[in-house]
């Protein structure tokens, strides 16, 4: 039983979930006509946009900055290197040049693009460049006329030779023929003077020209060239590739072209130069050296002739070359022979001081055969003795044999070492004896000679670094004649042939989108604000515990009339409705067994038709039940009579109250308007109505109202202003509570709710009042049933989110 519980209020939560879905959606849909006149200006203003807005074209290309020089390979001299060093690239650096402002002035000043020229279309202008132009401008040449400016001119050819020229924001207007110069001032500029003649490269017919219009304007070089540098994209293929994309955009596809092929062209010609310029200035400094080089190197070579014959000198420097190598080879010599005698001394002091028998080191180094033969005897003695010790010890005869054989040959190794070492000490002295006979020959070497030497000396140094400025002039030369180019070009300009602006697709979808948010935000803005009730639904999840007992809709009645018997309107069956749920209020077994019931009528607030309601519902009880009382107990602001066209002094509830003689059929008005219902009055207002209904005349009065009615309607005061209905609220059966559609405000729920939680008012139900009708069905009987169906007109039911 609690799984089909559980699952069956699992499929309520989702039914209530696609419902409040459904209803969110059909809320907006409410509104349809403002979405498609949405959509219908936004789709309308991007069409505008994109019919007037210039086409604008994306052009590419990619070059490849080189790393190495090609066409000239040095290396074969001696002593050459590159004279450019290209093996690194830094892209960053490449890309900063590619967009200076240098270069850009350049290109600028190479294709005019100062000067824009424009044809004039039936809706917007064209620009047009090269062989497009029919005409060009010949500015006249001055120091500042690139920094002046010209606004749109326009031009109208009359004939092939004359013209008419308009500048419409100074009233400018002249009439010349081609080759005229012309000259133009306003506030910002004076005297600019220029010609207009015919292109030669114009690729149309000269007469097509004619009666067509035109115009052309010229910008300021800086402006020029920040717009350039600015619309200048570039960027990096790969992170590991020396090859570097550009981008521009523009109107035109052949003017983008042209501009990033002339930029390619300024960039690598711009490093060409620099590379002709160092080769330049390193052959400028060459040559001046070498014609230095040259006259010290003939004064150091006749010092040397002029030396030796001074001094009656010949070679002499084979001898001294072989000295020299004499004397290092009897520096080894004594070197080897010291290096033996510390070897031999530091073995014989690891053999004297060995405290027990052990192996001694061999291959020292000691080039003495003996003491090499010994070491060997020994180690293998030691060898064999420690075999035999794994299963002996000291005293075994043959141990104490070996011993002593060990020690024999210890002494033997000593006496072979100090022989060793003697026969050491007699070559190191015989050594030493000629490596100072040497040194003292070397000593007796001239001064000649070490001046011959300092001065060859010179002479090399003073060759090879003439030798070297041979082959940096003969390179700065070559480099100069045929300098390689610093880039490649690995895709000349190209143009995509589908404009990247504007994008109609995205443009289209955007104002689509557009067009249905605007007033999906707006609707959202005005019903997140609304905080007025505006449907049953809301009334149920704010106070679930509390029974919607019916919902009244909205009359355009101006009078009011009570509802009939026969009456068949929306109004009258949802009091009919109203009347019918009102048995099944949750009445506890007491008022069940009651003949009669008393029902209260109240609201929050006025103007949220409690006494409307409170009329109707008994005109619609008396029909059913001839014995139903309605009472007006709002005896603050009594409005029962205007319903009925009654004087406002009638005597009424209030009197009753204060006057006991009078009795309640002084006080009812029967049968009220030719009907079967039955009126009392709030009468005269007094001045403590909250004491005069706590009194107990009240209580009679209810009590002899039950006597002779069935029903008893009470019409009471608004809840949240005085507490007149709180205080009598224990006599009521039922409390009727009205609502507002579009009047009521959600946060007046709250205080419904708490007169339900603290039980100030006893079975409370609450009615809708004001619900608009909608559908071809009014008030929501549109089920099949057919409440007030219009079936004058044949229409459809074709708004369906109205039901």
């Not at 500015?139 to 326009?154: G, H, I, Q, R, V």
């Not at 207007?173 to 005297?191: F, P, R």
């Not at 009240?698 to 002899?704: A, L, M, R, T």
């Amino acid at each position: 039983m609690d799984n089909n519980y559980q699952q069956n209020a699992y499929q309520d939560t989702e039914n209530n979930s696609g419902e409040d879905i459904k209803k969110t959606i059909f809320q907006y849909l409410k509104y349809w006509p403002w979405f498609i006149i949405s959509v219908i200006i936004t789709v309308g203003l991007a069409y505008m946009y994109m019919r007037y807005s210039p086409a604008i074209y994306k052009t590419s290309s990619k070059i490849k900055i080189l790393k190495e020089q090609e066409g000239l390979d040095l290396q074969g001299l001696q002593g050459a290197s590159p004279l450019i060093d290209m093996s690194s690239v830094n892209l960053d650096n490449e890309i900063q040049i590619l967009k200076s402002r240098r270069i850009a002035k350049k290109v600028i000043e190479d294709l005019r693009l100062q000067t824009k020229y424009y044809t004039s279309g039936t809706i917007k202008d064209r620009e047009i460049w090269d062989n497009q132009v029919p005409y060009i401008i010949d500015w006249s040449a001055s120091d500042s006329s690139d920094y002046k400016e010209l606004p749109m001119m326009n031009l109208k050819f009359e004939t092939q030779s004359n013209f008419k020229l308009i500048e419409v924001e100074s009233d400018f207007k002249i009439s010349a023929k081609l080759g005229d110069t012309i000259e133009y001032s306003n506030q910002k500029v004076d005297n600019i003077k220029f010609s207009i003649g015919i292109n030669p490269f114009y690729k149309g017919d000269l007469a097509s020209f004619i009666e067509k219009s035109y115009s052309f304007k010229k910008s300021n070089l800086d402006q020029t060239i920040t717009n350039l540098t600015k619309n200048l994209v570039t960027e990096t293929v790969d992170q590991r590739a020396d090859i570097i994309t550009i981008i521009i955009e523009g109107e035109n596809e052949s003017k983008n072209e042209d501009i990033l092929d002339e930029l390619m062209k300024q960039f690598n010609q711009d490093g060409v130069d620099d590379n002709r310029l160092i080769a330049k200035r390193t052959q400028d400094f060459v040559e001046k050296r070498l014609d230095f080089i040259v006259e010290e190197l003939d004064t150091v070579e006749t010092g040397i002739v002029d030396y030796k014959k001074a001094n009656d000198l010949t070679d002499i420097k084979g001898n001294t070359e072989l000295l020299f190598e004499k004397v290092g080879k009897t520096e080894m010599k004594r070197f080897e022979i010291e290096t033996q005698v510390e070897i031999a001394n530091e073995f014989k002091n690891l053999v004297n001081n060995q405290e027990s028998i052990s192996l001694l080191p061999a291959n020292l180094g000691i080039e003495s055969n003996e003491v090499n033969s010994l070491t060997k005897a020994y180690n293998d003695l030691v060898l064999e003795r420690n075999e035999i010790m794994v299963s002996s010890t000291k005293d075994n005869p043959v141990i104490k044999s070996i011993d002593q054989r060990l020690k024999e040959i210890r002494k033997n190794i000593n006496r072979s070492i100090d022989n060793y070492t003697e026969s050491l000490k007699i070559s190191l002295k015989n050594t030493r004896t000629r490596e100072s006979i040497f040194s003292s020959t070397i000593d007796k070497i001239p001064n000649q000679e070490k001046e011959i030497r300092s001065i060859e000396r010179e002479r090399l140094v003073k060759e090879k670094l003439f030798l070297f400025l041979l082959q940096k002039r003969e390179e700065a030369t070559l480099t100069y004649a045929i300098t390689a180019p610093v880039i490649k070009v690995v895709d000349f300009a190209y143009t995509q042939p589908n404009p990247v602006s504007p994008k109609k697709k995205i443009i289209a979808l955007a104002a689509l989108i557009l067009g249905l948010i605007i007033p999906f935000g707006i609707l959202y803005l005005k019903f997140l604000l609304d905080t007025k009730l505006n449907s049953a639904d809301a009334i149920k999840r704010e106070l679930p515990d509390i029974p919607v007992v019916g919902e009244i809709p909205l009359t355009n009645v101006s009078e009011f009339n009570m509802i009939t018997p026969t009456d068949r309107s929306p109004l009258a069956e949802s009091f009919r409705i109203l009347r019918t749920n009102i048995n099944f209020i949750n009445l506890t077994a007491s008022q069940k067994k009651k003949h009669n019931q008393v029902i209260y009528v109240t609201s929050s607030t006025k103007g949220e038709g409690k006494t409307f309601a409170s009329i109707n519902l008994a005109s619609v009880t008396a029909h059913q039940s001839k014995s139903t009382l309605l009472v007006g107990c709002d005896i603050r602001n009594p409005q029962l009579h205007n319903y009925f066209g009654l004087d406002k002094n009638v005597k009424g509830l209030s009197n009753y109250l204060y006057d006991t003689s009078i009795s309640i059929d002084d006080v009812t008005i029967e049968n009220v308007n030719n009907s079967d219902l039955d009126v009392i009055l709030s009468g005269e207002i007094p001045p403590n109505p909250s004491e005069i209904l706590l009194s107990s005349r009240f209580d009679e009065f209810i009590e002899d109202a039950k006597k002779k009615y069935k029903y008893i309607i009470v019409d009471t005061a608004p809840t949240i202003l005085v507490t007149d209905t709180i205080m009598i609220s224990d006599k009521a059966d039922i409390t009727l509570y009205l609502t507002r559609a579009d009047y009521t405000d959600l946060r007046l729920l709250d205080h419904i709710k708490d007169l339900k939680k603290h039980k100030k008012l006893k079975n409370i139900g609450i009615i809708l009042n004001g619900v608009k009708q909608s559908g071809r069905y009014s008030y929501n009987y549109g089920y099949g049933y057919g409440y007030n169906e219009d079936t004058s007109n044949g229409k459809k039911n074709w708004k369906f989110w109205k039901k």
